[in-house]
């Protein structure tokens, strides 16, 4: 009889999720919620996704709750299931994300299959490959400017571009990294939950809801070092718990935990986090304290590299996203909003859950992660959608929220239910999506393209002017001007210089980048022809740098009037007074 409510909701759930599709019925409900939650009106596959979502977690709901057995107040699940089930996720998750890295993440050009990360991360590749070839850690031989912000990230780069891996394929083998680790993350996720009192059950869940994750899976596959910092923050915090029963103090988790600041540079405030976690759960204060201090060497090492090597205290990307921005924290709030909207039920359960469980380090972490919420949005966010500052810390989200369900006094009867239900409101991966025909990404296929026709059609020694630093300057190997600033320390300095709130994205100084700078090509973020009224509307807001280069003086004087004569989806302009101008009408087209 407990069972009976429970089923009859999930029953309800279906009939809501079939109603949508049918009828329209609570398509409104659907849309004021969406509005409420996220703001806008959501786009017509946004309700369609809802329905099938419905029907999917209803189904499953209603399925668990005809299966499981409460005992002793949680459910209990067979050993053998639970090894199974958890086989099954990993070799789900895995598919999912092969089929994602071969249709999404890649494509053939000019007769090659290339695979590409997130423009940012080939920012970090180009760095690599540089390093490797004997130039430096830099993007341009001879400029030493820290452009890229994941250190160790980059040096890992550098040895997979040691392997005899032709550069069409070098994203493949960090992509794949990426899938190995988040793939080693989920015996953690499982570990955790067991440490925490949790049940088989919850175990199973909470790797599901991290594994199908679309901000996780996003982040693997563009390439970010998030991915990597997750893993060993989320190892760092399952040996700190599981020594801290033991009453013993592991240094290896001291060697990881400095790690973090390596992967990225404001990772240092990951790692103090850790560091303080580790001063909660172990008795030993000393010792662990003694174990910090020793591994603080690293981050200390880093930044005396950087001084002596760059010439600076910070990388230049955090000059040029973070400082002189008035506009900063209005744009970091928007970004932490977001995040709450993705995940508004699951922080709802993790406050439940911290009142009703007062565990010295689960109130610590929690209190943690709001804290870094907070500084998240005080640096302004990111330009990325796919929470990528928050990825850290989702694997500990996601359980201590699943052990919130149970905390908030709900019968066993109800658990899978409830589950279901957050799982609703998740950016979860489903059947449904899944299932859709992928289209490869067409603006990074576009800036390969650009990248080799550069490549094949322009001496060694032009240079190449763009907004995007990564795709076309890898593939093309051409000394760069980074029209955005972020390996140019110049422009990386200024004050804003328009009203865009998208970081990296409103610095910009043309009269300098083309009339002193002088790059052989522009490759401009329109093509011909342009509706000059429509022009002058972009010249202001998060587009600005576009509609503003347009109507420069030196681009219209040296640049307008030359294009390449090859379609691109971004068009490529020679300088009048380059050598190269002598061979615009002769380049060479993919085929």
Not at 154 to 164: D, E, G, N, R, W
Not at 188 to 197: F, S
Not at 309 to 324: H, R
């Amino acid at each position: 009889m407990k069972r009976v409510i429970p089923v009859l909701i999930s029953i309800t759930v279906v009939i809501i999720g079939i109603l949508v599709l049918q009828s329209g019925l609570f398509t409104s409900s659907v849309k004021s919620l969406y509005y409420i939650l996220r703001g806008g009106t959501p786009h017509v596959e946004v309700i369609r996704r809802f329905g099938f979502n419905c029907i999917w977690y209803g189904s499953v709901a209603l399925i668990l709750l005809l299966c499981c057995r409460s005992k002793e107040g949680s459910i209990s699940v067979n050993d053998k299931i639970e090894r199974l089930l958890q086989i099954v996720i990993v070799l789900m998750a895995v598919t999912a994300y092969s089929y994602m890295m071969i249709n999404l993440k890649s494509a053939v050009i000019d007769g090659v299959r290339h695979w590409w990360l997130v423009d940012d991360e080939m920012i970090s590749m180009r760095y690599a490959r540089n390093l490797v070839n004997g130039g430096g850690l830099v993007w341009n031989p001879g400029e030493r400017v820290e452009g890229y912000t994941n250190f160790l990230w980059t040096i890992y780069m550098a040895f997979v571009h040691l392997a005899p891996i032709p550069l069409a394929k070098t994203s493949l083998a960090i992509m794949t990294t990426n899938v190995l680790l988040t793939v080693a993350t989920v015996p953690l996720v499982m570990k955790i939950m067991k440490l925490l009192n949790g049940g088989a059950f919850e175990s199973v869940f909470a790797a599901a809801a991290f594994i199908l994750n679309m901000d996780v899976m996003s982040c693997s596959l563009d390439g970010f070092e998030a991915v990597p910092i997750m893993f060993v923050a989320t190892l760092s915090i399952y040996l700190m718990i599981k020594d801290a029963r033991s009453n013993r103090v592991n240094p290896t988790t001291f060697i990881l935990i400095p790690l973090i600041s390596l992967l990225r540079a404001d990772g240092l405030v990951i790692s103090l986090i850790l560091w303080g976690l580790a001063l909660v759960v172990y008795r030993d204060k000393r010792k662990a304290l003694t174990y910090g201090l020793i591994g603080l060497a690293l981050p200390f090492l880093h930044l005396a590299f950087r001084m002596i090597y760059y010439g600076d205290i910070l990388p230049n990307t955090a000059y040029l996203k973070v400082m002189s921005w008035d506009g900063r924290l209005a744009a970091g709030l928007a970004y932490l909003m977001r995040f709450i909207s993705h995940y508004l039920f699951l922080l709802i359960l993790i406050v439940i859950y911290i009142i009703r469980v007062r565990r010295a380090e689960v109130i610590y972490m929690t209190a943690a992660f709001f804290l870094y919420f907070i500084y998240i949005a005080w640096v302004g966010g990111d330009n990325f959608v796919n929470n990528r500052f928050f990825l850290p810390f989702i694997p500990m989200l996601l359980i201590f929220g699943i052990r919130g369900i149970r905390r908030m006094g709900v019968n066993a009867a109800w658990s899978p239910l409830f589950v279901v239900l957050l799982f609703l409101t998740l950016p979860l991966q489903t059947p449904y999506t899944l299932a859709k025909p992928l289209q490869p990404e067409e603006c990074n296929i576009g800036n390969i393209e650009i990248g080799l026709l550069i490549r094949e059609n322009t001496p060694e020694d032009c240079t190449v002017g763009d907004f995007w630093a990564g795709s076309v300057f890898y593939f093309s190997g051409r000394r760069g001007v980074d029209l955005l600033g972020k390996v140019d320390r110049r422009i990386a300095r200024l004050e804003t210089t328009s009203s865009g709130r998208i970081p990296g994205h409103n610095k910009f100084d043309f009269d300098y980048s083309l009339a002193v700078r002088q790059p052989d090509l522009i490759v401009a973020n329109f093509t011909l022809p342009v509706d000059e009224a429509d022009m002058r509307l972009r010249t202001g807001g998060n587009d600005a740098f576009t509609g503003r280069l347009y109507f420069n003086d030196a681009f219209q004087r040296y640049y307008l009037d030359n294009p390449v004569d090859i379609e691109t989806w971004r068009t490529i302009f020679v300088r009048s007074d380059s050598p190269v101008m002598e061979s615009r009408n002769r380049w060479r087209r993919l085929e």
